[in-house]
């Protein structure tokens, strides 16, 4: 039983892991697990200096590698003098196109995380920061921070101001550190997957939304998105937001519920979905 279940688990990490191959340059492809369920790949990193900078660099990670561990090595890799600079804290975030971002906590696996990402049809990106550090926005709100600019960066900020005014409908307002790393390192020939990993997730998020809503079709467009609250799962991921239909029974939500907080759905008879009412202690269990 116990062989079984390894060999289970083996061939679902080896589906993930091709899967994202088929959408990344070879550079950035995933070996294969062995028979520890470990392997390894190339990660490219980003690192946002003082002067709000963006710069990269790309290192071989393992499956085992904790948070803590990578960002020792990326504060070696981008600044060897950080090392030095021991009253500075850095953090690894991951970071999203859409604007969300989110800090890795010490002890979770950089490698898995990525991987996930895959799985949850969506493309990220990692970035390294000093604990503390204003975002560029931030800096330049900050009404103590204060530089005369040359007659040259006056030119070229009132041009910059004209186009973002022109431009305003299409920029997210709300993409805070997230939008910023998009702008200031846009995809290159050397970064993009097949194309472009972004176009690729969206494409893939395009055909698994065009599939449902020829579901919800079918009954009338009876369907709509739903919250699932899952801190039992993750803390630091208090819900996930699932489309679903009028004829999505419970076992269907709870593994896509699972699915999305990357726990193994296999076995879905050991979860249950509780519907809990605003009135303290009040809850009942459903049943597919």
Known sequence: MVKSEEIRDRQKLANLITQWNLDHYDLFELSQPNEGLEFHGVVRFYFQDEDHNVVTKCIRVASSATTKEVVDVLVEKFRPDMRML?????????????????????????????????????????????????????????????????????????????????????????????QQLYDDAPESSFTRSISNPEAVMRRRRQQKLEKKLQ?????????????????????????????????????????????????????????VLVEVSMTPRTHHSLYS
Not at 92 to 111: A, M, P, Y
């Open 215 to 271: 579901q919800f079709h079918g009954q009338n467009g009876q369907g709509g998105t739903l919250k699932i609250y899952g801190e039992t799962l993750k803390p630091d991921i208090p819900y996930k937001t699932l489309l679903l239909s009028t004829a999505d029974t419970v076992q269907h939500v709870i593994k896509e519920a699972m699915e999305k907080y990357g726990v193994d759905t296999e076995d879905t008879s050991q979860f």
């Open 86 to 178: 021991t009253a500075n804290r850095y953090n690894l975030f991951e970071v999203h196109i859409n604007g969300e971002e989110r800090k890795l906590l010490d002890d979770e696996k950089v490698l898995y995380v990525q991987l996930n990402w895959g799985k949850d049809v969506r493309e990220g990106r990692f970035l390294l920061r000093r604990e503390g550090a204003q975002t560029a926005s931030e800096k330049e709100n900050n009404p103590n921070f204060k530089r005369k600019l040359s007659k040259r960066e006056k030119k070229e900020k009132k041009k910059a101001d004209k186009e973002r005014r022109m431009n305003k409908e299409n920029v997210d307002k709300n993409g805070g550190v997230a």
